[in-house]
């Protein structure tokens, strides 16, 4: 009896902070998504030209003879091998060859601007005015994330406090934890909280591999969110 009461306050204690978590939560969701979007479609600006970088790099290197597969990606490249012209004896080149032409001489010419202000750095994707502003919307959405954030109380903002009442839970009551696949409801949980450490740390322009190849949380997550859930049948 004595243990049937501890685990009915336990569990009683445990539904009001998983209902709080799950409202805390849900608002900020509503909150954070709009900009979470606007970050996207900024950053698929820059991704754009980089993926037309690649598929031209790919298209010279094929008609130069010099590629042997594409490993990945496949590019939607096409080689033109015959020459096309019209009735006046004029090139008729496909607009898919016009457009990446263009692209060549924009890349030459952004190449030669940067040259002139020393700037030795290789990217030939944006111009400095470019960059520039995409800088300071990036950093305008970064400051629009973190005010929606602070908007909810400290605690619900925070990964290693949804993971408390997870870690709490599973260590009273490891069984029923597995049971119910609790592991899954704390993905979900986190899901927002997720994202938002994601889009903090990522930045088109300053992408720095070692710093950004984990968080504190990311050990504890994975072990709570798979325990239990792989069991022998």
């Known amino acids: 009896v004595k243990d049937a009461g501890e685990a009915l306050e336990f569990y009683q204690h445990l539904r009001l902070q998983l209902a709080s978590w799950v409202g805390a939560l849900r608002d900020l969701q509503k909150k954070v998504t709009p900009v979470q979007e606007a970050i996207r479609h ?117 990964i290693t406090s949804l993971t408390r009442v997870f870690e709490d839970w599973f260590k009273a009551y490891p069984d029923e934890y597995k049971q119910c696949y609790a592991g899954m409801s704390l993905s979900d949980l986190a899901s927002v909280l997720i994202q938002i450490d994601l889009c903090s740390v990522h930045h088109p322009l300053h992408w720095r591999p070692s710093e950004n190849s984990g968080f504190p949380w990311t050990q504890t997550l994975r072990e709570l969110s798979h325990e239990g859930q792989i069991e022998e049948s």
């Open 42 to 158: 900024l950053e698929k600006q820059y991704t754009e030209r980089w993926t037309e970088l690649e598929n031209d790099v790919v298209h010279e290197l094929e008609r130069a003879r010099l590629l042997e597969k594409v490993v990945g990606r496949q590019p939607p490249f096409q080689i033109e091998t015959e020459t096309v012209v019209d009735e006046f004896g004029r090139d008729v080149k496909s607009q898919q060859a016009m457009e990446r032409d263009k692209r060549k001489k924009q890349r030459a010419q952004l190449r030669r601007e940067k040259s002139l202000f020393g700037d030795v750095s290789g990217d030939i994707l944006l111009s400095r005015s470019e960059k520039e502003e995409l800088g300071e919307r990036r950093k305008a959405l970064g400051e629009a994330l973190a005010l929606a954030k602070s908007q909810v109380q400290e605690d619900y903002a925070s």
